[in-house]
């Protein structure tokens, strides 16, 4: 009698190698070997294959005794993927397509983008679980509890079709194996019928923006172009990688690889009724809100690298918002709702300086990556009210929040008047590439006499303070980097030379703090103030522990940006999209090249 093996807690894994696109495990169970790899085909410049909701799971498996042996793999997928609480009841079905078998689950209650909120999960829309048919995969329906059994006693049969955390079952059959691998693939996919509301309209997924699309055809081309996706994937991951690599060193590279899926999935892609690229974020494990400003910050360098269409997409519902007059104030609002309602602020109070300098910063970081200012051409008049108030206000502070909310109000904040000068210089670069000489000059001009103001007024000796106003504080200044990325020129060496020997006085073991008011830190600023480091030890020093974080962190949550720099215990947030700027150096470096 043939043996079946399966991996269970009995299979030892041997190692697990974590590429941007790309998970791949490798597991010993007894004599078979099994190559386990879970990849999200999230290539960020090919906007067909990003936004179609399906991933792979490839199993590859071959005898590691020099022997044949009969092997079947088991994969019980949970209907809690398609659930906000596993309480929920789900339908689940079983149907095929002309290539495909297929599972589908979802809510009996079908509430289509009507929960918001933070730390919440869609209950809308189905789940489906597809096999290819020439692989002679089976599937069938259970308890979840009932599942491993079934697979053991080869019971194939379906013994359930509503109820509450169901397991949808593939079995595929790989007959014998030898020392030769054996690959096959299963395909997971979503179809969340409508992704968000954006001003009251109600906004289908990027790739059935049409309405005629449908998810069968989906699982249908990923299955087609299995081979050709794999390709691209794993081309690009050693791409990704090695160009890490080459800007910040190994340790570098590791984070950035880790950050890549978890940025992007923390975003929905749609077109506007406009038909614009709308890449709207959810701020999660914060607040929940939709298209968060300080969010988009310092999530914006990965795409600025990979696809700046993509930052557009961040920003076009911020200036549709104000252009609209829905948003009537002279500065930039803070974000758009609550996800996945997009209908206007929820926040409870602006943060002036901090989005409207974002906003603009960015505008001038995609005329930079692309080599023309054609989108801030299109939002000058409002750019224009922005800037202005940045050069009335943004000097010194009055009381407001910064994207560092958690730290409380505060007066006279040093790097929030760095970002409204950065922020004017950006808006004089992108009027001098607009062949407006005389507006460039003006708003340069307000930006470099206000470089000296700043030093005079955060000069504490050795480094430059927290706030104007107290001399024995101290903090990131990780705005600074734009002055140094987009070669604004703006800030004397001396003020980089200082605040960068002084933050390698202040190291944890998880990394420097944010500020001096508490131990906490932020691992995205941190790659910021790492970047416009002089020298290449000094940004090795101030990355090390970020990687150390990944490593050893007692909170086991998808990449925490918020930690304590002792600890390394979570503050909050989790598996947010910011940790996109640790892709900072790799920008910088691409902009110097260029």
Not at 51 to 78: C, M, Q, W
Request: with cysteine; aromatic share 12%.
């Amino acid at each position: 009698m043939e043996k079946q093996h399966g991996i269970n807690t009995t299979g030892r894994p041997k190692n697990v190698d974590v590429n941007a696109t790309q998970t791949v495990y490798n597991f010993t169970a007894g004599k078979i070997s099994l190559q386990l790899t879970f990849t999200s085909p999230l290539l960020l410049d090919v906007m067909k294959l990003l936004s179609r909701p399906v991933s792979y799971i490839t199993y590859k498996v071959n005898a590691n005794d020099g022997k044949n042996h009969a092997v079947k793999i088991f994969l019980g997928a949970s209907s809690d993927i398609a659930v906000y609480q596993p309480t929920q009841v789900v339908t689940a079905q079983k149907y095929a397509t002309a290539k495909l078998s297929i599972l589908k689950t979802g809510t009996v209650e079908q509430p289509v983008l009507q929960k918001g909120g933070d730390d919440m999960r869609i209950d809308w829309g189905y789940f489906y679980v597809a096999a290819p048919k020439a692989t002679g995969a089976v599937q069938f329906i259970t308890k979840g509890t009932e599942a491993a059994n079934a697979f053991a006693k080869g019971v194939v049969l379906s013994t359930a079709s509503q109820g509450r955390s169901l397991s949808l079952n593939t079995v595929v059959p790989f007959g014998k194996v030898g020392k030769t691998a054996v690959e096959r693939f299963i395909e997971l996919g979503y179809d969340e019928r409508f992704s968000v509301q954006y001003f009251n309209t109600d906004l289908r997924p990027w790739w059935n923006n049409s309405g005629k699309a449908t998810i069968e055809g989906e699982l249908t081309d990923a299955n087609n172009e299995y081979q050709a996706v794999m390709q691209k994937c794993t081309a690009f991951d050693k791409q990704v990688y090695a160009d890490a690599l080459r800007s910040g060193g190994k340790e570098y590279a590791c984070i950035c690889v880790l950050a890549y899926r978890q940025s992007i999935a923390a975003h929905a892609l749609v077109k506007s009724p406009a038909g614009e690229t709308l890449w709207l974020s959810k701020e999660n494990n914060s607040g929940g809100f939709i298209n968060t400003v300080d969010v988009t910050y310092p999530s914006a360098p990965l795409y600025l690298i990979y696809n700046p269409e993509l930052v557009q997409g961040m920003l076009n519902g911020i200036f549709h918002f104000s252009e609209t007059g829905k948003y009537p104030h002279p500065w930039a609002a803070h974000d758009l709702g609550t996800y996945p309602k997009a209908n206007g602020q929820t926040y409870g109070e602006p943060m002036p300086i901090e989005e409207s300098g974002n906003v603009i910063i960015l505008c001038a970081a995609i005329a930079k990556v692309e080599g023309n200012a054609d989108y801030a051409k299109k939002h000058w008049k409002t750019l224009t009210r922005w800037v202005d108030y940045l050069a009335k206000e943004g000097l010194d502070p009055k009381t407001q929040l910064c994207t560092d909310d958690f730290a409380g109000h505060l007066a006279r904040n040093a790097n929030l008047s760095v970002k409204a000068i950065v922020a004017i210089a950006c808006y004089a670069q992108m009027a001098e590439t607009l062949g407006e000489a005389e507006t460039a000059k003006k708003y340069r001009t307000i930006a470099e006499g206000m470089v000296p103001e700043w030093i005079k007024m955060a000069d504490a000796g050795d480094h430059y303070a927290l706030t104007f106003d107290s001399k024995d504080t101290w903090s990131q200044k990780y705005n600074l980097v734009w002055d140094r990325v987009l070669a604004l020129h703006l800030f004397p060496q001396k003020v980089y030379d200082t605040e960068t020997k002084y933050y390698l006085t202040k190291g944890n073991k998880f990394g420097i703090p944010l500020d001096s008011r508490k131990t906490y830190t932020k691992n995205d600023w941190i790659t910021w103030t790492a970047t416009f480091a002089p020298q290449k030890d000094q940004f090795e020093a101030l990355i090390h522990p970020l990687y150390v974080h990944v490593l050893e962190t007692p909170s086991r949550v998808p990449l925490n940006d918020f930690y304590d720099s002792k600890t390394g215990i979570r503050e909050n947030f989790k598996a947010r999209s910011v940790v996109g700027g640790f892709y900072m150096k790799m920008l910088a470096d691409k902009l110097k090249a260029e």
